[in-house]
């Protein structure tokens, strides 16, 4: 079995700066990508960043110079950096990971449970 347990969320005003956290343990062979996704409420789930096993990064435009994702693979874990945090930044955010499970072998993603990030002054 593999989890991914993610925290760090909270109330936070405009310009004001959090940081997440996300740790994957169980029967977990390899990772590939790590990242972080988001829900506002009546929207749809949107990728916000993501690090390959070999360091290259992807970001939705909207976060791009904001937010900074990092990564240690040793330890399965996973971090987002936001900075300047703007009202339209409020969403759920979860922890995601493409990874290879140990005893079935197969390829495939898993999520943490959501840490709910509240932009607003």
């Known amino acids: 079995q593999v989890q991914l347990v993610d925290s760090g969320g909270g109330l936070v005003q405009p310009g004001g700066s959090l940081r997440l956290s996300c740790a994957a343990s169980?029967?977990?062979?390899?990772?590939?990508?790590m990242g972080w996704y988001r829900q506002a409420p009546g929207k749809q789930r949107e990728l916000v960043a993501t690090?390959?096993?070999?360091?290259?990064?992807e970001y939705v435009d909207s976060v791009k110079g904001r937010f900074t994702i990092s990564r240690d693979n040793a330890q399965n874990m996973v971090w987002l950096q936001m900075n300047s945090l703007k009202p339209e930044d409020t969403a759920v955010y979860y922890c995601?990971?493409?990874?290879?499970?140990?005893?079935?072998?197969?390829?495939?993603?898993?999520w943490g449970q959501g840490t709910q990030v509240t932009v607003s002054s």
């Open positions: 995601q990971a493409f990874l290879l499970e140990r005893s079935s072998q197969t390829w495939r993603d898993y």
């Open positions: 169980g029967s977990i062979f390899s990772i590939n990508a």
């Open positions: 690090m390959t096993w070999d360091g290259s990064t």
